[in-house]
């Protein structure tokens, strides 16, 4: 915020040099200007604002800022930008007042008695949060980016005025000490600039990174400039044809249009050098120009006119009418060969859409007088800003949700369909299961597979423009983990990593509530209490002894194996003792006897429908049929291993009394991961056969390595198979033997070479 211009001795409210008769009258002429401004309030809000004004005068007096100015030009010139806007009154007191709370110790409540709730929530939205409350800068700036932007997710109002608020501190960085450049700058183009595209305010934007660039590489930028001038003072006789010509043959259709010159910016230049690794005299797009016409139906009848006056580049004409940009950005572009063989770019436009494309969101409230029932400008942003809402929804931590919110902002975009010919944008790079979460998260869920024109591909595959999409689910289906790998969407991302966390809390809670049972049982109790009234006050006392604040909690507790279920179940039995319940002899008898002897709690059955709950640990993948034995890893739930597996063996030396008793079910209802080794004579198709093999046995390869090293007359083939249990593996196997070229076949032991 704009406290980083203060000079130290105006900083919080610390005795200043008082300022001089003449930089109070300068602070008073630019009120004086901004009431100028303005002329489409009514007199009653007007005065509002001039309220605010003298209110932060007076919270601000004796503050200077870093160029020796009275401190309250700068929310003065904060304002003066919102108004540019046309933002109402309320959005214009909270510019006046947007430091009042964080630099002179003014409360909200205090806010609130004098301006509004309204006023006061939007001045909150702004402020930063205490940095000793934070670790490192970064988390700091992390939360407050956070509280910045959920208050503009509620109210765009709050990011216009704090795009306003770090224009004016750019515009002003030469008075602040050089060695603070780069970090505000560096903020400025990696932040608040990628916000000002995506909201379409588009002279903003570019501003910003003008400023950046000026300050990041002030060399560079000195340079660019000279050359660009350069460039300019060649080609002002070409430039000049050229609009004459264009203006001459408007004329001659009998087609009213306004025509501006548009030149690139230093910034962007100097973009496409660095990322194309051109010279500056290979940037031919430096120029250009803005047509713009009364309708839609003029834009492609002057783009046609053009067309007909100077050659189009190929590939270069874009249509951004029919398909707006994210931001609600539309025009026609493209770029012709001119006079001397010069590259010009036009961009064709009606006024409504010029409004939108310097303005966006902003053009709410600027189109809002001429046209009241206009939807475009209305919902331009709001959807990236709900999404912010959904995020936070699902992302507590502020250096994940920030994380999420910078993948969203960017720079482009691809536009595919659905199978009903809708048009969604998404960010180049975006995947199937993006597109998924896009249209609703249920369906984002519940994706089991899809189809682009009208083909099947792989969840991860790229969207390219014009794709038709069809996405299949299934209801059985949930979020995979390895989906994080290639998602590009902070939607889709937050999405799957809150079902995955509310997936593995909930059947975590079911295992908990199984293993305290069991545990329970081998102390003479046959069920859990319930929690009623009658037993409200048991639990409570339970929770006290665990530390959990809630049943759910405790039981998540034992699932994820941070709490020992027998020891629950003992102090449970002492506080049942205490009532009068008394332990049934022949049930503890008949648990002690059947019980295995090596585990210290109930045994539990897998099926293989625990999901997240329970792991098949990946050093010895069991598979049904396998002596198996259930390690309570803290906090990862139930770890399922081979009882000879070498890890097991050392967990259970160190810890063995997490260990509990674990056993197949009758009928598991999905198939196991397990290694196989299959040693091969090299030769033509050998991989196919094996496949073939596999396949013709029923088992799926999930996962096969080659190695790296050469190929020799023998290689070790390394495979990740599902099979339902042990006797289809060594059917698998047994088929694997008899295929040509096949030396050996063998499943991969604990500690054995295949380690797959």
Sequence with gaps: MSAVLQSSPGKKGKPAAKPSPAAANAAAASFAALTAKLDYMEPAEVEQVRKAYRFADEAHLGQIRASGEPYITHPIAVAAQ???????????????????????????????ERFGAPVADLVDGLTKLDKLQFNTREENQAESFRKMLLAMARDVRVILIKLADRTHNMRTLDDVPREKWARISSETLEIYAPIANRLGLNQTYRELQELSFRHLQPWRYAILTKAVTKARNRRRDLIQKVQREVESAFAAAGMEVRIAG?????????????????????VTDIYGFRVIVPGVIECYTGMGLLHQMYKPVPGKFKDHIAIPKVNGYQSLHTTLVGPSGVNVEFQMRTEAMHVVAESGVAAHWLYKASQPDGDGADRLGTKWLQSLLDIQHETRDAAEFWDHVKIDLFPDAVYVFTPKSQIMALPRGATVVDFAYAIHSNIGDRTAAARINGQQVPLRTELK??????????????????????????????????????????????LGEKLLTQALRAEGMEKLPTDDEGHHSLWEKLLRFTGNRTRAELLTDIGLGKRIASIVAKRLMTLLAERGERPDALLITRERYTAHENVSQGEVTLDGSENASVQFATCCRPVPGDAIVGYLGRGEGLVVHTDDCAVAKRLQHKDSERFIGVEWADEPVRAFETGVLVTVSNGKGVLARVAAALASAEADITHVDMGDERAQDATDLRFVIAVRDKTHLDAALRILKRTPSVMRAQRVRPGGSGGA
């Design 262 to 282: 548009r030149e690139k910016t230093l910034y962007s230049i100097y973009r496409k050098m660095d990322d194309k690794h051109l010279s500056f005299a290979q």
């Design 82 to 112: 919102c108004a540019e806007w046309k933002l109402d009154a309320q959005a214009l007191m909270a510019a006046l007042l947007h430091d009042a709370i964080e630099d002179c110790g003014v409360t909200k409540p205090e806010l609130i």
């Design 465 to 510: 423009n014009g794709d038709v999409v069809e996405v299949v689910t299934a209801p059985v289906s949930t979020p995979n983990p390895a989906w994080l790998g290639f998602v590009r969407t902070g939607r889709a991302r937050s999405k799957i990593r809150h079902h995955l966390k509310t997936m593995k809390q909930a059947e975590s809670q079911q």
